[in-house]
């Protein structure tokens, strides 16, 4: 629901605000009272270009615009996707500063136009002397004639064959286009693994075979000077020695300085062994390294070779073998699917086809309802000798939403051929097709807000009061505002405002007002008769008060 408008600086209005209501909203005021100012302000604050050149108010900086909007599952996805904060409520907003640059906020986050511009179709639907952007759209009556046939759901499923059936197309394309340089890869992919396989190098390796060589490097020094030690503590003199020692104290072992000294004899002796046994041991192990220096030089050389050529480390080069296998797995696999992705895209073409003349007969049908029901409707809307048609041509290519080209046509006058509705209509008509088709379409493609500007311009009496019929039942499904001449009109008002525009010695200011009951009565006096009120047009306004539907 569309809650509020505040505007400052904009045009003529110094500062207003618009509370609005659910159900039917009429904009009422003498003409030339400023009414499409609040139209070309919504459209300033989404991002649309407006009738009026200067925005910025006369003596001001700047011009701002807020509008005030409640949540729904759509537009909360949408904010979402765009990573804008949720709010209670959503706040839209734009300024515009006297030197022309531009800004807008969702939330009072900053936005770019384009994203203000597609929030605004989860927003408004605008119809108008020069807004009936909607119906004009080839894409919207495509969704018109499918949510009046109730074909949406199929067309959804035709879309996701569409698609998957596309993806294949896309994969085989692929292919036969890199047919060559996958071969060329499978080829080179065979003889870097094939190289890599035979090399085989492990995760640790170089580091490994640079310390053996280190150790072969050095193995002759390190194996004499163990060699010299042994020699030196493995003298017998040395055992011999500590013996004899050991035996001239045991003389002596009751006294306990001797007895310590003996002890400390003893343990020179285990350490002497422990040192013994440890140099045997470096000695066992030196005379263990049988690697070939010239061995390990040459499996360095080929590691670190491989490395450069592939520009991956050496302990990285078993991760790059993996990788390397599982794409040249890939691209065999892409070779060798290419027969079966063809099966797979038969199937799904001839799926998509079937499903597209399911829809396209279905679509025939619905046109011709819609047709029927639209001439009746543009009966009671004062353009009986108005024709409509739903052209539905196939297609030359397929297409996610089907085989069919839709485009509705019309005839405005007798004798004329139907051309496509734009062509041929004026504002005030194409805002009575729409409201036909609004009206045919109730409770479908139904979005929060719909604005009409002046749907009433050229009609009168019985036709006004039709028009006003369809608005009112219309907005028991969405909230409806409307710009309107037609006293028939404004009297089914749930909310009622006037637009004045007041001449003052320096400036013209206009003012908005919510109208009580009585206010509305004298209103609407003056839409029948003219500043002249007199009493049989207060009596007229009071019986449209009196009785809004007929």
């Known amino acids: 629901m569309f809650h509020s408008l505040s505007v ?29 100012i609040l139209l070309d302000a919504i459209l300033f604050c989404l991002g649309y270009k407006t009738s009026s050149a200067g925005i910025i108010k006369h003596g001001k900086d700047y011009a701002a615009v807020n509008i005030v909007f409640s949540l729904n599952d759509e537009i909360k996805n949408f904010l979402t996707q765009n990573f804008i904060e949720l709010e209670e409520s959503l706040l839209i907003k734009c300024v515009q500063k006297a030197e022309g640059r531009k800004n807008f906020f969702i939330n009072n986050q900053v936005v770019n136009k384009a994203i203000m511009q597609q929030l605004a179709t989860y927003l408004f639907e605008l119809h108008g002397q020069n807004n009936n952007i909607s119906l004009l759209e080839i894409n919207t009556q495509r969704d018109i004639l499918d949510s009046f046939g109730d074909l949406l759901e199929l067309r959804m499923q035709l879309a996701k064959c569409y698609q998957a059936w596309q993806n294949i197309r896309n994969e085989i394309a692929e292919i036969a286009l890199k047919q060559n340089s996958i071969e060329q890869e499978i080829d080179y992919l065979n003889f870097v693994t094939e190289e890599l396989i035979k090399l085989n190098v492990q995760t640790g ?27 030196q503590v493995n003298n017998p003199e040395i055992n011999s020695s500590i013996s004899k020692a050991e035996k001239l104290l045991a003389k002596q072992s009751q006294n306990e ?46 590691i670190k070779a491989i490395s450069r050529k592939y520009n991956v480390s050496a302990d990285a080069l078993k991760t790059f073998l993996e990788e390397s296998l599982n794409r040249l797995n890939s691209l065999k696999g892409k070779i060798a699917n290419q027969a079966e992705l063809q099966v797979q895209e038969a199937k799904l073409s001839t799926e998509y086809y079937k499903l597209g003349k399911d829809l396209s007969g279905k679509r025939l049908a619905a046109a011709k309802r819609l047709e029927e029901v639209l001439h009746h409707e543009l009966k009671q809307l004062k353009m009986e000798k108005a024709t409509f048609h739903v052209n539905i041509a196939e297609r030359k290519e397929a297409a996610a939403y089907g085989i069919d080209d839709i485009v509705f046509k019309a005839s405005t006058n007798p004798g ?3 051309e496509a509705i734009n062509k041929i209509a004026s504002g005030g008509e194409l805002s009575r097709f729409m409201l036909a088709l609004k009206t045919s379409l109730f409770n479908k493609m139904v979005k929060p807000a719909i604005i009409f500007d002046e749907i009433d311009v050229g009609i009168g009496g019985e036709v006004a009061d039709k028009v006003g019929e369809r608005l009112k039942k219309l907005s028991s499904a969405t909230q409806v505002i409307v710009i309107t001449h037609q006293p028939q009109v404004a009297g089914k008002a749930d909310l009622h405002i006037k637009i004045e525009k007041t001449q003052l010695e320096k400036e013209t200011k206009v003012t908005v007002k919510a109208l009580n009951l009585a206010e509305r009565q ?27 539907v007929a």
Do not use: W
């Open 205 to 231: 390796e170089e580091e490994q075979l640079t310390n053996i060589r280190k150790d072969l490097q050095n193995k002759d020094k390190d194996l004499q000077l163990i060699k010299d030690i042994f020699e």
């Open 8 to 36: 400052k600086n904009f045009i003529l209005i110094d500062e207003l605000e618009i509370e609005f209501t659910n159900g039917l909203c009429v904009i009422t005021g003498e003409t030339g009272a400023g009414k499409s």
């Open 416 to 418: 004329m051929s139907p």
């Open 522 to 548: 004298q209103e609407l006096a003056r839409m029948i008769s003219g500043k002249a009120i007199t009493e049989a047009s207060l009596k007229a306004a009071k019986e449209l008060l009196c009785h809004p």
């Open 257 to 302: 300085e001797f007895a310590n000294i003996s002890t400390n004899l003893e343990e020179a002796y285990n350490n002497l062994e422990e040192a013994r046994q440890n140099l045997s041991n470096l000695l066992e192990n030196f005379n263990k390294l049988d690697y070939n220096l010239e061995e390990i030089e040459e499996r360095l050389f080929a």
